[in-house]
């Protein structure tokens, strides 16, 4: 008797990565769409907050009396409570994961420790500065994951251009 073989697309674990650029809030509804038709898992949010090599210039960077390490986390929650949060329905399991250090290489260790089913990320166009950040970390997720990952290209927008904030219409099957 043949074995069956496995469903592809029950995913439980979803990771989207955004680095707050247009194009990431724009893969968000590809990570929704994706949470949405698939009852009851989860989704994450992750952000990579790279590692400056030289610590003691936060201090300059932030003229603030305030800790500049409290300050980036606040600015970054604020962020994803006003461009995220409120885009995902009631009844999705969504967490927020905040890391610290080479975006590539964070991506995929969080994948592998919550044994992630679909990772999707944007990419941003092929100018040399914009893929020094999500071109080649996009890249080097889909080469090294242990999943499937969807990447959401910037080009994109422009073929199938969709209202700020509208979410992907989930089809009945």
């Not at 592809?8 to 809030?25: H, K, M, Q, V, W």
């Not at 980036?72 to 006003?82: L, R, T, W």
Request: charged share 20%.
């Amino acid at each position: 008797m043949d074995a069956i073989a496995p469903r592809y697309g029950n995913y439980r674990r979803i990771l989207f990565c955004t680095d707050f650029s247009p194009n990431a809030e724009f893969a968000f509804d590809f990570a929704v769409d994706a949470a949405v038709r698939n009852n009851g898992c989860t989704l994450y949010l992750l952000h990579i907050v790279p590692e400056p090599e030289a610590q003691f210039w936060k201090g300059y960077i932030y003229e603030s009396d305030q800790n500049p390490d409290i300050k980036a986390k606040a600015d970054i929650d604020a962020k994803i409570a006003v461009s995220y949060t409120p885009r995902v329905p009631a009844g999705v399991s969504f967490e927020v994961v905040f890391r610290i250090g080479n975006a590539g290489q964070e991506i995929l260790a969080f994948a592998e420790e919550r044994d992630v089913d679909l990772i999707i990320v944007g990419r941003q166009g092929h100018g040399a500065m914009r893929s020094l950040f999500f071109g080649n970390v996009a890249s080097k997720v889909a080469r090294n994951a242990n999943c499937p990952v969807l990447i959401i290209p910037l080009a994109f927008t422009r073929k199938h251009p969709m209202p700020p904030g509208a979410q992907l219409q989930a089809s009945s099957e």
